[in-house]
């Protein structure tokens, strides 16, 4: 192997080493799971009715609550384990948002 294939080879292993880091950072899973779960949750559940039920069925605050309670209860269990999965990462990136908003001053 002559000395220009070494550095080309060296070169090639420290972008892939680069590119790894950036696509596997804890930012770009939670994009791509978040992404991920919502094409899955798309495919089980019809959105469009959901918001125009809601829409039709809540009234006020206590009516709107009971309409999320009463349809998050009587769906799925894969429907139910995708939209906690949602809001977890959701809760994770408002985590890391605030965090970074706060610290890096």
Wanted: with cysteine; aromatic share 16%; charged share 15%.
């Amino acid at each position: 192997m002559s000395r220009i294939d070494y550095t080309q080879n060296l070169g090639n292993r420290i972008y892939m080493v680069y590119l790894m880091r950036k696509v596997l950072c804890a930012r770009g899973l939670g994009i791509s799971w978040l992404v991920l779960s919502a094409a899955l949750l798309l495919s089980f559940v019809s959105i469009i009715s959901v918001i125009r039920n809601f829409w039709i069925a809540s009234r006020d605050l206590e009516s709107a609550y009971g309409y999320v309670a009463h349809s998050f209860a009587n769906t799925d269990m894969v429907v139910q384990a995708i939209s906690v999965s949602i809001i977890a990462v959701l809760t994770f990136f408002a985590f890391d948002f605030y965090r970074s908003t706060t610290y890096n001053r």
